[in-house]
T-cell receptor, first 112, second 115 residues
């Protein structure tokens, strides 16, 4: 079955710097890759997603890139702000399955 | 709020007791998922439904776990003979699936503590 590895497990940056979180997946049939942000004690919330027919997607300060050949995808946050501090999860799924397989999470800390 | 709702928010039970959780998805969503999350880990897939049909159940899921979605709307997750290792946050999510994936929307979860 699908396996998703996420790195790093913790990331600390200064406010205004960029943050990059990387994930790799094992099943080449996976074609949908969302990213979720989870604040302490709250539900995971979708922040951006990408499908396998696209190499990059951007939404304001957040961007995701996908390399299907290498089977990895990354989240890029620019001009980080303290409110970006949270745990971020990547995930992957196949069209037929629909279920998401999550990475282990990255705890991002943005220091003012 | 028309998001995914879960009940109860917290449940404390003694080992060996049975517990049942409820999830109400977003009304027009045809898929409903159950996940389990422990501290410091990503959500772990348990099972999912399309309408009332249970399409997949994780091989890691014990026979003590059962889920239903009898009318294709709300769902229940029952854990029989609870064990301390069952302590976790149980998350429900829903999505509107057509011929392609659409985002999963999560509820706030039910936190289970087994003493």
């Amino acid at each position: 079955g699908e396996n998703v590895e996420q790195h790093p497990s913790t990331l600390s940056v200064q406010e205004g710097d960029s943050a990059v979180i990387k994930c790799t997946y094992s099943d080449s049939a996976s074609n949908y890759f969302p990213w979720y942000k989870q604040e302490l004690g709250k539900r995971p919330q979708l922040i951006i997603d990408i499908r396998s027919n696209v190499g990059e997607k951007k939404d304001q300060r957040i961007a995701v890139t996908l390399n299907k050949t290498a089977k990895h995808f990354s989240l890029h946050i620019t001009e980080t702000q303290p409110e970006d501090s949270a745990v971020y999860f990547c995930a992957a799924s196949m069209n037929q399955g629909g279920k998401l397989i999550f990475g282990q999470g990255t705890e991002l800390s943005v220091k003012p | 709020d028309t998001g995914v709702s879960q009940d109860p928010r917290h449940k404390i039970t003694k080992r060996g007791q049975n517990v049942t959780f409820r999830c109400d998805p977003i009304s027009e969503h045809n898929r409903l998922y159950w996940y389990r999350q422990t501290l410091g880990q990503g959500p772990e897939f348990l099972t999912y439904f399309q309408n009332e049909a249970q399409l997949e159940k994780s091989r890691l899921l014990s026979d003590r776990f059962s889920a239903e979605r009898p009318k294709g709307s709300f769902s229940t997750l029952e854990i029989q003979r609870t064990e301390q290792g069952d302590s976790a946050m149980y998350l429900c999510a829903s999505s509107l699936y057509r011929s392609y994936n659409s985002p999963l929307h999560f509820g706030n979860g039910t936190r289970l503590t087994v003493t």
